[in-house]
């Protein structure tokens, strides 16, 4: 018999296999992805270019869309012009708008050369990467608000989304600039992250991302949120006085997205290198994912989810599928358990027991509502209690099952002899069930 291989302890592999699932997803995805200027400014987009070019090696559709802000800036301080600003709001008048045409070409010849690199010592060699612009924004004026002409500046009107289409599908990048034409030929000056939602909503994007200039989401106790609705993201505008008015319009432009039927708007600092690949293939991410409802139902479980757990395990107990729990005993560890709730319905769960002194858990209770079984909530309930134990500082995961073996092996877990379970739970195993015992090491 041949000898069975040890799986890998390399991080990068295991990186690299864990990121696989991601992979296969976004392939042949649309997604729109919007900077400032600041990216060309502080020598970051190097970096950046790489992960994009690997975006696009990996079949993702791209469409960039830049800002222009401190090139605009230093153009305007070179013509001794000044930009009034209004209620949040640019105010473009002509010789303004000739800065910010001059800087949004030149932020335009800069990633077009960053993303041209093809050097064989470089991240990017053999990516021969085509990136192509052109005028897919159509705007219209402001105009006149509360008194104020604001001139130049503009709104976006509509974006020509089958020229884009067409061009991706070529496999080239789509590159747009803060910039919208009128059927007149005028030019207005626009928010960048207005442009990347008008053009996520209009293309039917999977995902549009913004990459912030400064912090975007903390919560009271200073995390970074990894899931919000838009009901929450309001409701953090109205608390929040002092954001930027940037922030808030990127914020604002996110909301109207989601709301317009983006599926998923990702919020990350651009400073932090590797966020894009972090956000887009790992299981936690790095940033705020904002989504019309909370994608991931998985939370903790509750006493007032009691009924909602019997009503699941009830017919696998009657099955033999599971041992049958009372519901007293499920009040008294309610605390081991997680649930799946679909609008406020409990349709799936499972509980984890702890072993410490082995640096094992059980991970048992586990069930999903037979109408939902085919929406990946399994998945999502096993990825929640991984990630549950590895917190609580657990190196393997073990479950006991009678009907699922496939299911788990499939997903990582490899059959072992009972005397690989904790002495505890050796001592309770149940001959007669004959459960396979299936091990995960989550480290």
């Not at 060309?40 to 975006?55: E, Q, T, V, Y």
Request: aromatic content about 6%.
């Amino acid at each position: 018999m041949a000898k069975k291989r040890a799986p890998s302890t390399d991080p990068f592999v295991e990186w690299f296999r864990n990121s696989s699932p991601y992979i296969h997803a976004h392939r042949g995805c649309t997604f729109v992805l919007a900077f400032d200027g600041e990216a060309l400014r502080d020598g970051g987009f190097a970096s950046l270019a790489n992960d994009i070019a690997l975006l696009n090696g990996l079949g993702i559709r791209l469409v960039l869309v830049h800002g222009a802000r401190p090139q605009i800036e230093a153009s305007l301080r070179l013509r001794n012009a000044q930009m009034q600003i209004v209620n949040g709001l640019r105010v473009t008048d002509d010789a303004a708008l000739a800065c910010v045409k001059e800087a949004a070409g030149t932020v335009r010849v800069e990633v077009e050369a960053l993303l041209s690199v093809g050097l064989t010592n470089s991240p990017m060699a053999g990516a021969n990467i085509r990136v192509a612009s052109g005028n897919f924004v159509t705007a219209q004026p402001l105009g006149v608000l509360g008194g104020v002409d604001y001139c130049h500046t503009g709104k976006v009107r509509r974006i020509d989304a089958k020229a884009i289409s067409q061009l991706l599908e070529t496999g080239a990048i789509a590159l747009i600039p803060p910039l919208g034409y009128s059927p007149t030929g005028e030019v207005f000056n626009l928010a960048a992250t207005d442009v990347a939602a008008s053009v996520a909503i209009a293309l039917g994007a999977e995902k549009l991302i913004l990459l912030l200039e400064e912090p975007g989401l903390r919560d009271t106790r200073g995390r970074i949120p990894t899931n919000v609705i838009p009901t929450e993201l309001e409701a953090i505008l109205k608390r929040r006085r002092n954001l930027s008015d940037e922030l808030r319009q990127s914020l604002n432009s996110a909301i109207d997205c989601c709301r317009r039927g983006v599926k998923r708007v990702h919020l990350l600092d651009r400073n932090t290198d590797g966020a894009l690949l972090r956000e887009l293939f790992t299981r936690d991410g790095i940033g705020t994912m904002l989504t019309a409802a909370h994608y991931e139902g998985v939370r903790d479980a509750t006493i007032d989810d009691v009924g909602g757990i019997l009503e699941l395990l009830s017919p696998l107990e009657r099955q033999g599928v599971l041992v049958r729990r009372s519901r007293e005993l499920l009040e008294t560890e309610i605390d081991r358990f997680s649930v799946v709730e679909l609008d406020g319905a409990v349709i799936g769960c499972a509980a984890l027991y702890c072993y410490a002194e082995e640096r094992m858990a059980e991970m048992a209770c586990v069930a999903v509502h037979p109408d939902y079984r085919a929406g990946g909530r399994g998945d999502n309930l096993l990825g929640h209690m991984e990630s549950r134990a590895r917190a609580l500082g657990i190196e393997h995961l073990f479950v006991l099952t009678t009907q699922t073996t496939h299911w788990f092996i499939e997903r990582g877990f490899e059959p072992l002899p009972i005397k690989a379970l904790p002495i505890a739970k050796r001592q309770l195993y149940n001959f007669q069930r004959n459960s396979k015992v299936l091990v995960k090491r989550l480290t």
